[in-house]
């Protein structure tokens, strides 16, 4: 039996100071959580949540971010591996920097945290992990090699860790955004936009606070029983993969 989770949560959503992350934030802000977000500017997140510089592809800055946190608001009950970059250029392109420094960031970042996050789950009992991924991850793209490398990774990773700390009370899930309205979108060519468009059977690319949603429902009591699951929101863009 799992100890029960106490209220307000300590919730961290690396990059959340903008995009998806923020809007992640803003859901468990808005549910009374405690809410603490990383970045690397230190730019804040939104009302009511706190911020913490952290730059993933750095260890001891995940280290004392993790300090910071759990000696002002206590241990952290549920990470949001949130942060990524892209690099795009086609593969006989592709510089290996542009490979690894996309990897050291979307998965080997995600690592990092998780793997800290773990050591306050493993003495809680419990804890909740979410990876944000992409359809990318499994439908891949030209030009993001790196990318959608990175993003399959994190589903491997989250079924490791399911298999290897499920009966510690502690779930790992995966949430695989179709394209949605950010900054990392708004960059794309108008065409290339319309061209996408016409791919997602809802017809439209989607909005952050519907990521933010099945984020929230996999950090929630009511999913207790669900780990090394894939929630795609996606508009139905990636179905049948
Ligand atoms: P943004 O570019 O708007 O935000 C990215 C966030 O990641 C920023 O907060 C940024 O912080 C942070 N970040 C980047 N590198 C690091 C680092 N080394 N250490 C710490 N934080 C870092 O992206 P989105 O909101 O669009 O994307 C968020 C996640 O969702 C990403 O993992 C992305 O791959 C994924 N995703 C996005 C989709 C989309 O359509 N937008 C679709 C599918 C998946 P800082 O401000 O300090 O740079």
New binding site residues.
Partial sequence: MTEQSSSPRTVLV????????RAIAEAFVAAGDTVVV????G?DGPEGAHTVR????DSASVDAAFKQIESEFGPVEVLVA?????KDSLLVRMSEADFQDVVD??LT?AFRVVQRATKGFMRLKRGRIVF?????GYTGAPGQVN?ASS?AGLIGMARAITRELGSRGITANVVA????D????EELPEEVKENYRSMIPANRFGR?AEVASAVKYLASEDAAYISGAIIPVDGGLGVGH
């Fill in positions: 690396t990059g959340g100071n903008r995009g998806i992350g990383t970045s690397r500017s730019d952290a730059d993933v592809t949130n942060a990524g970059v892209t960031t979307n970042g944000i991924s992409s359809v990318v990318y993003k955004p179709g394209y949605i950010t900054a990392m979108t952050t």
